[in-house]
């Protein structure tokens, strides 16, 4: 069962474009990370959201946390080809035993110069 | 401080034989994860450890599939009479403590072990 689901799947913009990337769930989370993978790494930390409402903003990106701590998207402006890789949300629930973070589908997006 | 050190980077077997994947965590973390990835996908979360404890193996196939993180050395994933559908990245992260309300809970990754099975 796959808690997170993304949108869209694939992106093909040109460099300049705008962009937002929505992850959703029906499940509450205690916290929300994005992150950036590109073609044979691992994926990489842009930022953790914990506050439902909460926006952060990193350069050009801004994610916002859903009031019910349910949804995240993560919005991209003026989109330059080093932004082209794979993006996932993860979403964590502490308390319990485990730790696990639960990732999303994936959104792959290509930045065309 | 070095990242977190996956080897081999890339492994091909042949269907049947076993495949061990290693994992070496940062630098002061005790907190081991593994999960594995399909070309494009999200990752699919399969165990997490501490040293010397499986904390949740819900992910892992029932089968076939093992993991350890032994007192000394790095954390192992071993599965044995590999098939074809076992092809993918695995991916280890760390962290260095059980994440709360006072932690961000970030996983730092490694660059991942590619399994082909022939």
């Known amino acids: 069962t796959q808690l997170l689901e993304q949108s869209p799947q694939f992106l093909s913009i040109q460099e300049g474009e705008n962009l937002t990337v929505y992850c959703n769930s029906s499940?509450?989370?205690?916290?929300l990370q994005w992150y950036r993978q590109e073609p044979g790494e691992g994926p990489v930390l842009l930022v953790t959201?914990?506050?439902?409402?909460e926006v952060k903003k990193l350069k050009r990106l801004t994610f916002q946390f859903g009031d019910a701590r349910k949804d995240s998207s993560l919005h991209i402006t003026a989109a330059q080809p080093g932004d082209t890789g794979l993006y996932l949300c993860a979403g964590a629930r502490y308390g319990g035993a485990t730790n696990k973070l639960i990732f999303g589908t994936g959104t792959l997006l290509a930045v065309q110069p | 401080n070095a990242g977190v050190m996956q080897n081999p980077r890339h492994l091909v077997r042949r269907r049947g034989q076993e495949a061990r994947l290693r994992c070496s965590p940062m630098k002061g973390h005790s907190h081991v994860y593994w999960y594995r990835q399909l070309p494009e996908e999200g990752l699919k979360f399969m165990v997490y450890l501490q040293k010397e404890n499986i904390i949740d193996e819900s992910g892992m196939p029932k089968e076939r599939f093992s993991a350890e993180f032994p007192k000394e050395g790095p954390s192992i994933l071993r599965i044995q009479q590999v098939v074809r559908g076992d092809s993918a990245a695995y991916f280890c992260?760390?962290?260095?403590?059980?994440?709360?309300?006072?932690?961000?809970?970030?996983?730092?990754f490694g660059e991942g072990s590619r399994l082909t099975v022939l």
């Open positions: 992260a760390s962290s260095p403590k059980f994440p709360d309300r006072g932690s961000s809970g970030e996983l730092f």
């Open positions: 499940s509450v989370f205690s916290s």
């Open positions: 959201v914990v506050t439902g409402g």
